[in-house]
């Protein structure tokens, strides 16, 4: 447990703190400049979130992908590797998960559902492992493939819809089976039938696994090597292609299984889309507010979460438009990275307590 | 395909590919000074506002069709400029990781512009519907068959483009200021060691970048779309990040990069004109241009070299 504070040192923590605080003021003036009240918009914000069972439901529903989404890109940035693609690894492992719940028939849930979550998780990851090949066999940058990667999720995903499972005359699969649902319906029913599911646990315990694998084990070592320095990496004999083709792998399992939740656990169908849902681009984002820490992100993603899933609220009762919201999340990153401005915002207060200190 | 399907066609492709090389122009001239740029899609959704709001005004004022459309790409050159100062400020003065700061410029892009929207057009998710550009043709020019249609009768920005494309890689490549730009992302501690103000010029290239990418997306909002709303750019800027990689920094490529990509969007919709077509999924035809580009940079392009110092912090203690 010391080890796993110890990620966390102080001043990361007061700085992240800070950044959050900054971002949310700066929203504050933003809502003053277009006329509306900031308190008011914000207690609307918090009290829809934190206000009665079934929107906390909800709003735990919608931070599980953004942890899986945000471990994936944090996984893959560890490993010096910028995988931006995973809208595409979100959408391909969804689809996998989809299929299985559709089309297997007559497994008990035990298996069916787990054997659905595999799939979901094991084509995300090979979604991801071929931007990863590509840049370590062709020396392809994986910002260009994984970009291209997400266009082509999005009509794969589309074209295995509406050709193997489309619900006539709907814009959407069929559902999937009970068997495949991983739905918790005794806690939905006591929450208002809020979607819970299995898959927030899961990510959960996602996280855990980065973190011991990352830090513990000699493979996590080698990847976070490979990260800080190639010619160093290869010079004492680890092979770096092979990192760099696995931990995109395993960066496109988060990717995956975020994909999977959504349709085992939450809608039971899958939708054709006309445009990337978005959720990897919000990964990014979680994981930057998280600093790529796996702690971090599940930190960031209640956060994101909060906000995003508050801000509807924040339009029914304050009439504030909820993109807003966007922009709040926007500075608070932006304060995480220049953390230069958050330094001088913070330093007046160190000096104080020092000097106390002394006397 | 007849001949006239073919002018057709190699028109459509300079219709799309126009936004992408003004974006991936412009963050050719940012990464060559040392600073990445992936708030490229930002700077566009914010060029697209800027010009939705600026056309959207000029008309209201009087200005006939083309002068309105004209304060539409100035007013989204001196906005993306203005933005770009968000990513140069915090990536190059307070040393932020350029990367980040740049996927801040696109977090920022999508809630503030739809907010502003709003608040301009009294809740409506989109700026009034503008005149924009209208296609002008070269006299005499647009008479020769099939090539005339083609080339001689476009977008006054599809010729600006063109003409930007010349001028970057004459300023990159034949110009003392090129030079030192490029300096700057290859060795800024030479750079600075011969005098030349690193921090100063990587301003410049962001800025540069800015007003690029910004007139990038003022002309899909003025020539395809004729306003903007939340959809107006949709992924272009990631276009245009990938034809800057794909042409490998250099302004020529980018150009061929931008127009492969305009002629893999076209081709989408010429594709289905034939009657085998009929047989194919849409979705694979719609997954064509993405998928050509994988196979074409695995085939034949291969390694691409970024400037050296791209994506580093200059720090003159560690020289």
Request: aromatic letters at 12%; a positive charge.
């Amino acid at each position: 447990m010391a080890n796993l504070l110890k990620i966390f040192t102080k001043d990361s923590f007061v700085l992240a703190l800070v950044s959050i605080i900054l971002g949310l003021l700066l929203g504050a003036v933003v809502m003053l400049i277009g006329g509306y009240d900031p308190i008011v918009a914000y207690s609307a914000l918090f009290s829809r979130v934190y206000g009665d069972s079934y929107n906390f439901g909800e709003a735990i529903r919608e931070m599980t992908p953004l942890i899986l989404t945000g471990l994936a890109f944090a996984f893959a940035a560890r490993a010096g590797l910028f995988n931006i693609g995973g809208e595409g690894q979100f959408l391909v492992g969804m689809t996998a998960a989809s299929i299985v719940g559709i089309k297997l028939h007559g497994l008990p849930a035990i298996i069916h559902a787990p054997l659905a979550i595999i799939a979901g998780a094991v084509f995300g990851g090979l979604w991801a492992a071929i931007a990863g090949y590509l840049k370590a066999k062709r020396g392809v940058n994986e910002v260009i493939t994984c970009i291209m990667m997400n266009w082509i999720g999005l009509y794969l995903a589309n074209l295995v819809i509406n050709q193997f499972a489309l619900m006539e005359g709907e814009n959407r699969s069929v559902d999937i089976l009970p068997s495949a649902s991983i739905s918790i319906e005794w806690l939905s029913q006591m929450m208002g039938n809020a979607r819970v599911h299995w898959g927030t646990v899961i990510a959960v315990l996602a996280a855990v696994f980065f973190y011991i694998f990352m830090w513990k084990t000699k493979q996590g070592y080698e990847l976070r090597a490979v990260g800080f320095n190639q010619d160093a990496s290869r010079y004492a004999g680890m092979n770096v292609n092979r990192n760099i083709v696995k931990a995109m792998f395993i960066s496109g399992v988060f990717a995956g299984l975020a994909g999977a939740f959504e349709v085992l656990g939450v809608f039971h169908y899958q939708s054709v889309m006309a445009g990337s849902p978005g959720t990897g681009f919000d990964g990014i984002a979680v994981a930057l507010i998280g600093m790529n820490n796996p702690f971090g992100v599940l930190l960031g993603s209640v956060l994101f979460g909060t906000l995003t899933y508050g801000s509807a609220g924040m339009s029914f009762s304050a009439d504030v438009p909820p993109e807003i919201i966007r922009v709040v999340i926007g500075s608070i990153i932006f304060f995480i990275a220049a953390q230069g401005i958050v330094r001088w915002v913070v330093k007046p207060l160190y000096s104080k307590r020092k000097k106390e200190k002394v006397l | 395909m007849s001949w006239l399907t073919l002018g057709e066609l190699i028109h459509t492709t300079l219709v799309f590919a126009t936004a992408i090389i003004f974006a991936s122009l412009g963050g050719v001239f940012s990464e060559k000074s040392g600073v990445t740029n992936l708030g490229l899609e930002g700077l566009m959704v914010f060029g697209a506002f800027a010009a939705g709001v600026g056309g959207f005004y000029a008309e209201q004022a009087g200005l006939g069709g083309t002068s309105a459309a004209w304060v539409g790409v100035l007013s989204a050159a001196v906005f993306g400029i203005l933005v770009s100062l968000i990513h140069a400020v915090a990536s190059i003065t307070f040393k932020a990781d350029q990367v980040i700061s740049g996927i801040v410029i696109n977090f920022l892009a999508a809630g503030s512009t739809l907010y502003m929207v709003k608040l301009l057009f009294e809740g409506d998710g989109d700026t009034g519907r503008i005149q924009g550009f209208s296609e002008i043709s070269i006299p005499y020019l647009v008479d020769i068959p099939i090539l005339g249609k083609a080339f001689f009768q476009a977008y006054p920005t599809t010729y600006l483009a063109i003409l930007l494309v010349i001028i970057g890689y004459f300023t990159l490549y034949k110009t003392p200021f090129g030079l030192r730009l490029r300096s700057v992302g290859e060795h800024p501690g030479a750079a600075d060691t011969v005098g030349i103000k690193v921090n100063r010029l990587r301003y410049i290239g962001v800025m540069i970048s800015g007003a690029l990418a910004g007139i990038g997306g003022a002309t899909i909002t003025l020539t395809t779309t004729n306003m903007f709303s939340h959809n107006t750019v949709s992924g272009q800027g990631y276009i245009a990040i990938a034809a800057m990689i794909f042409g490998k920094w250099n302004p020529l490529g980018a150009f061929g990069a931008a127009v492969f990509f305009g002629f893999s969007q076209a081709i989408r919709n010429y594709v289905q004109l034939f009657a085998w077509s009929q047989s194919i999924p849409q979705e694979i035809i719609f997954m064509l241009p993405y998928l050509l580009t994988i196979i074409v940079l695995v085939a034949a392009v291969g390694r691409s070299r970024a400037p050296a110092a791209l994506g580093q912090l200059y720090d003159p203690s560690k020289r």
